[in-house]
């Protein structure tokens, strides 16, 4: 949480129906939130919901892949809410298949909306959070950035990239007073309106993925935790 009378800023980057709205929600309570990603229509309506129920949020179009639009978005969030406390990267599409199915250019696509859309999300706001001594960098990944399956020829490696770079800013910037962690999202997330095929218990709720970024962004500083795994309880590992 931000000091003094300022209301804290937290920023969801890659928010759609499951969990980037979950966690757009749960964050609304208790901070100003900037929500990001690339269609404006599903913003919105994610924007109205938020300010029914009594939050503060500003929709910020973006596609995460180009740098030069994250650079404009967080200072446009910058100008109209203040200094970012909390950086909640969930930004992750991706293509999947084999090397052989592969292009290169789905393979650059991939790396470039899970890892350097980080990397430029993390040097918009590490500066001012290594400055003050305090700051949440949170990551979403997946069970693909720890153990690439052979459909993950372009997940995986942009996964892996993302891991490393928690693991790498966990390192730096801790010791500076920013927390880091990397959250490997282990299972099918229920997305409403989406037919999977399988039970509810089978799948992971959002809002309760939403409750450990919560326990993560909050936790005590003598006891931080760098990467953690959630998962169903029924799922095997």
């Keep these: 949480m931000a000091s003094g009378n300022k209301t804290p800023v937290a920023v969801v980057v890659g928010v759609g129906p499951g969990l980037g709205a979950a966690l757009a929600h749960r964050f609304s309570k208790g901070y100003a939130v900037a929500i990001l990603a690339r269609r404006a229509d599903y913003l919105s309506k994610l924007g109205g919901e938020i300010k029914v129920a009594g939050g503060k949020v500003l929709e910020v179009p973006t596609d995460v892949?180009?740098?030069?639009?994250?650079?404009?978005?967080?200072?446009?969030?910058?100008?109209?809410?203040?200094?970012?406390?909390?950086?909640?990267?969930?930004a992750g599409s991706g293509t999947w298949g084999g090397v052989l199915d592969i292009t290169p250019e789905q393979f650059e696509a991939t790396w470039r909306t899970n890892?350097?859309?980080?990397?430029?999300?993390?040097?918009?706001?590490?500066?001012?959070?290594?400055?003050?001594?305090?700051?949440?960098?949170?990551?979403?990944?997946?069970?693909?950035?720890?153990?690439?399956?052979?459909?993950?020829?372009?997940?995986?490696?942009?996964?892996?990239?993302?891991?490393?770079?928690?693991?790498?800013?966990?390192?730096?910037?801790?010791?500076?007073?920013?927390?880091?962690?990397?959250?490997?999202?282990?299972?099918?997330?229920?997305?409403?309106?989406?037919?999977?095929?399988?039970?509810?218990?089978?799948?992971?709720?959002?809002?309760?993925i939403a409750e450990t970024y919560w326990h993560l962004a909050h936790q005590e500083r003598s006891a931080w935790t760098m990467e953690i795994e959630v998962r169903p309880f029924?799922?095997?590992f």
Excluded: W
């Design 65 to 90: 892949a180009d740098p030069g639009q994250v650079t404009k978005a967080f200072a446009t969030i910058a100008a109209e809410l203040g200094p970012v406390d909390v950086l909640l990267y969930n």
């Design 115 to 208: 890892a350097m859309g980080a990397f430029m999300a993390v040097k918009q706001v590490a500066p001012s959070m290594v400055d003050r001594g305090s700051g949440v960098i949170l990551f979403t990944g997946a069970t693909a950035g720890v153990k690439a399956g052979p459909r993950s020829a372009a997940f995986g490696p942009a996964k892996f990239a993302l891991r490393g770079l928690a693991q790498s800013i966990a390192r730096d910037l801790g010791p500076r007073g920013v927390h880091c962690a990397y959250i490997n999202v282990d299972g099918i997330i229920d997305i409403p309106g989406r037919d999977r095929g399988l039970q509810p218990e089978d799948m992971l709720k959002p809002s309760g």
């Design 234 to 236: 029924k799922e095997k």
